[in-house]
């Protein structure tokens, strides 16, 4: 039913730019879609949300003015613009939907979950 899927990972050099993007099919009920990533050893940890409607962004702070998430809710795809890459940055990313309050930067909070795309930057 519920389906989000990655794509748009891949190796890249520090300083360089990439854009994931997450397609979502089927019902899920998610007022707003964030970005994850997490790398081996460590927590999942949030990057950014958006919501369907209205589109209101919050970021993390390791990635304001650097990443930009946007949405085209007649395509049903959300989008992460990575620029200024860094090797901090390198993780797998996930695209997630959630519905509890406005949005949230909780990864339990959120519903639905995509199958990760890995990030690379080399130094």
């Known amino acids: 039913q519920v389906q989000l899927v990655e794509s748009g990972g891949g190796l890249v050099q520090a300083g360089g730019s990439l854009r994931l993007s997450c397609l979502a099919s089927?019902?899920?009920?998610?007022?707003?879609m964030g970005w994850f990533r997490q790398a081996p050893g460590k927590e999942r940890e949030f990057v950014a949300v958006?919501?369907?409607?209205?589109?209101?962004?919050y970021y993390a702070d390791s990635v304001k003015g650097r990443f930009t998430i946007s949405r085209d809710n007649g395509k049903n795809t959300v989008f992460l613009q990575m620029n200024s890459l860094k090797p901090e940055d390198t993780a797998v990313y996930y695209c997630?939907?959630?519905?509890?309050?406005?949005?949230?930067?909780?990864?339990?909070?959120?519903?639905?979950w995509g199958q990760g795309t890995q990030v690379t930057v080399s130094s």
């Open positions: 958006i919501r369907w409607s209205g589109g209101s962004t």
């Open positions: 089927g019902r899920t009920f998610s007022t707003y």
């Open positions: 997630a939907g959630g519905r509890r309050g406005f949005y949230s930067d909780i990864a339990r909070e959120y519903d639905y």
